[in-house]
């Protein structure tokens, strides 16, 4: 049995970078159980930057419902982070979780995400490719950091109103084919 940790980064729901991200995820092959986190549901601080991670044992002093990510982190094989391109880069929903991400890079760090798989879903307005330029570099970088193994980047632009992704049956159909081999 394989684990995905599926963040759900757009407060549209049955948007864009959620329709693709469930798409890729629809037709996996083999034993898989999907953790999703609709996080825009969700109540996530930033960091605090206090320095204190692990102090008390656990990856964050911060008493919140990131606890439930680190949770589903600790056990996942595959990490996969849906966005929506907000300013060129990641969308506030999300963006206090990856700065949560601090203590998987702590030289106290008690657990790391070392060796697990990172895929990045994310969809824009504008019609050029290279508006993700900014979020791939943050994207990639940080999984340097981290040392998790980037297996899909699925970043597609043209796609502003709320419906687009699902009305693109190419789209979801490339999705999902994409989508078999992820584990
Ligand atoms: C606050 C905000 C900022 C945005 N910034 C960008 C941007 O910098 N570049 C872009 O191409 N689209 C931008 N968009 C458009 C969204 O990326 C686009 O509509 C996306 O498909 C929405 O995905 P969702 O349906 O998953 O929320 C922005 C939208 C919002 C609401």
Redesign the pocket.
Same mark, same amino acid.
């Given at each position: 049995m394989k684990r995905i940790c599926l963040l759900l980064g /757009? $407060?549209?729901k049955g948007?864009? /970078? &959620?329709t693709m991200a469930e798409a890729l995820v629809s037709e996996v092959n083999g034993d898989v159980e999907i953790d999703r986190f609709r996080l825009g549901d969700m109540t996530i601080d930033g960091c605090l930057d206090c320095r204190k991670c692990w102090s008390g044992g656990r990856p964050c002093i911060i008493d919140d419902e990131m606890d439930n990510i680190y949770e589903s982190l600790a056990e996942a094989d595959t990490v996969i982070f849906a966005t929506? =391109?907000?300013?060129?880069s990641w969308s506030s929903q999300i963006k206090p979780v990856l700065d949560r991400l601090v203590p998987f890079v702590s030289d106290e760090a008690l657990s790391v995400l070392k060796g697990k798989k990172a895929i990045l879903v994310a /969809?824009?307005?504008?019609s050029h490719e290279s508006?993700f330029d900014g979020l791939l570099y943050s994207f990639r970088e940080s999984c340097k950091l981290l040392e998790m193994e980037i297996t899909g980047e699925f970043c597609y $632009?043209d =796609?502003?109103t709320?419906n &687009?992704a699902s009305e693109d049956a190419g789209l979801i159909a490339d999705l999902k084919e994409a989508g078999k081999n992820i584990l």
């Open positions: /757009s $407060p549209r948007g864009n /970078s &959620e929506p =391109l907000y300013w060129y /969809s824009a307005g504008d508006c $632009p =796609l502003y709320k &687009e």
